[in-house]
């Protein structure tokens, strides 16, 4: 574990679905991620970015993988 304990690390340390450039050559080939940068927590989109309500790492967690659940189901990846 790195020196920040989990009490002071943000629970949206970016979590991104890989860097595709294949997919996406915008904002370093991120295709989907959720990230709390900047002070504010927002998603990443083929090169959009959404701000979002946090309420939990939980949720964010279970809309990432409802969100790549899609992309694989859709053949997108």
């Not at 989109?45 to 993988?65: D, H, N, R």
């Given at each position: 574990m790195d020196k920040k304990s989990s009490e002071t690390r943000s629970p949206l340390k970016d979590r991104p679905l890989r860097n595709h450039h294949s997919i996406f050559a915008g904002d370093n080939g991120r295709v989907l991620g959720y990230d709390s940068q900047?002070?504010?927590?927002?998603?990443?989109?083929?090169?959009?970015?959404?701000?979002?309500?946090?309420?939990?790492?939980?949720?964010?967690?279970?809309?990432?993988?409802?969100?790549?659940?899609?992309?694989?189901?859709?053949?997108?990846?």
């Open positions: 900047h002070g504010r927590h927002h998603r990443h989109y083929l090169g959009t970015v959404t701000e979002i309500a946090f309420e939990s790492f939980e949720e964010i967690e279970a809309l990432f993988e409802g969100e790549l659940h899609q992309l694989l189901k859709r053949g997108s990846l």
